[in-house]
């Protein structure tokens, strides 16, 4: 993933988020991962107690 984030390839990211805390880990996609302009498109609740965000890439034209 790392790659077609460097190359921004991506153009919409979808992060399921669960309700768990803890004070350290590895970043998803390391420190040296490039800022990202994105706008938050939909955010939906699950059952689970989880949220679904989905993000898309903020382009300039």
């Known amino acids: 993933m790392k790659s077609l984030v460097a190359l921004d390839l991506i153009d919409e990211y979808r992060m399921l988020l669960t309700p768990f805390v803890q004070g350290s880990g590895m970043r998803l996609l390391g420190d ?13 609740r ?3 107690g989880a949220v679904l965000l989905r993000h898309q890439r903020r382009r300039e034209v």
């Open 32 to 44: 040296d991962a490039p800022s990202l302009p994105l706008v938050l498109i939909e955010t939906r």
């Open 46 to 48: 699950m059952d689970i």
